[in-house]
């Protein structure tokens, strides 16, 4: 396929994504009903914008406190990552009868309500899947409870976003899921110098689309989508029309190489990003005049991955 095409995915995941930092002290204070407040006020942004996007859910940011209580698998039992309890942070906040920012089940039910989107996997526990950090017995593990979790929604995801952006046990993945996210080059690395070279890449005029995604063994790699600027910290000094400009560039150039614009963010950014949702806002006005013009396509991961293994 050649359909020049854009993708809007999404990693949503409240504290899970920075358990080992929270278990440091980090505290960034999101309440879950905050959390569930910026869901909606997105959703209703896609849905004005008539742009179906990819929601890929943490399992156990969306789990009930009665399925957690009843489980036990994160409450009770130790998950070693880098000889340290992943779910520490999690415990001394479940003991304390406080999950904010870590469980929020309505997230999952006003995407799902909103309908027209896709709901995709980022881990049961957002444990980084890397070979070198979690081993197969592990990875198995973290699989089997998120495919079981999302039974019992009766939902069964089709793409998955690493946990940290970092790819692993792939074959193993290709037993659940038919088209996985990789990282964008520049996300590879977690350095401070490779944070510097993204934020530069945030005002680099010459940045190019995706390629095309083309079939083979499952799980296929998706095109490698980019940040959409995080108005927060040193990247807030990135004026909203420079990323504007930026994305409009990336739009054009897809139209006219066939090529796709895969753009992510994290809901919570919308909690502290500066302007961010204004920002989202320009975005969606753009392609959205683009598909309404019958110049590119938007699609789900979901649906982009079905077009790649069936193309018409
Ligand atoms: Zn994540």
Same mark, same amino acid.
């Given at each position: 396929m050649t359909n020049p095409t854009f993708i809007f995915s999404l990693d949503c995941e409240g504290y899970w994504g920075m358990a080992d930092a929270v278990a440091d002290g980090w505290s960034p204070g999101w309440t879950s009903a905050a959390l569930v407040d910026t869901y909606q006020r997105l959703l209703a942004l896609f849905d004005r914008f008539e742009v179906p996007a990819t929601w890929a859910f943490v399992a156990a940011f969306v789990h009930t406190p009665e399925e957690m209580h009843e489980r036990g698998d994160l409450t009770e039992q130790p998950l070693?990552?880098?000889?340290?309890?992943?779910?520490?942070?999690?415990?001394r906040a479940w003991a304390a009868g406080d999950t904010d920012g870590w469980l929020c089940p309505e997230a999952l039910g006003a995407v799902r309500r909103a309908g027209g989107h896709e709901v995709a996997a980022h881990g049961y526990s957002h444990l980084p899947l890397a070979e070198v950090d979690t081993d197969a017995a592990v990875a198995r593990r973290e699989l089997d #409870?998120?495919?079981? $979790?999302? @039974?019992? %929604?009766?939902?069964? !995801?089709?793409? +998955?976003?690493?946990?940290?952006?970092?790819?692993?046990?792939?074959?193993? #993945?290709?037993?659940? $899921?038919? @088209?996985? %996210?990789?990282?964008? !080059?520049?996300? +590879?690395?977690?350095?401070?110098?490779?944070?510097?070279?993204r934020l530069v890449d945030e005002v680099n005029p010459f940045c190019q689309p995706a390629a095309q995604s083309i079939a083979g063994p499952l799980p296929i790699p998706l095109p490698p989508a980019m940040l959409l600027n995080h108005r927060a910290g040193g990247r807030r000094l990135v004026p909203p029309a420079i990323t504007l400009l930026r994305i409009r560039r990336l739009l054009q150039r897809a139209m006219d190489s066939g090529r796709v614009v895969h753009l992510y963010s994290h809901p919570h950014n919308f909690l502290?990003?500066?302007?961010?949702?204004?920002l989202l806002e320009g975005v969606l006005s753009l392609v959205r005049t683009h598909s309404s013009a019958g110049e590119l396509a938007v699609m789900t991961q979901s649906g982009y991955a079905a077009s790649v293994r069936a193309p018409n």
């Open positions: 070693s990552y880098r000889g340290r309890d992943w779910t520490a942070a999690f415990k #409870l998120q495919a079981a $979790f999302w @039974a019992t %929604r009766g939902i069964r !995801p089709d793409t +998955v976003v690493f946990p940290r952006n970092q790819p692993g046990h792939l074959t193993m #993945l290709g037993e659940h $899921f038919v @088209a996985y %996210r990789p990282p964008h !080059p520049l996300e +590879v690395r977690r350095d401070a110098a490779a944070r510097l070279l502290t990003g500066q302007g961010q949702f204004e």
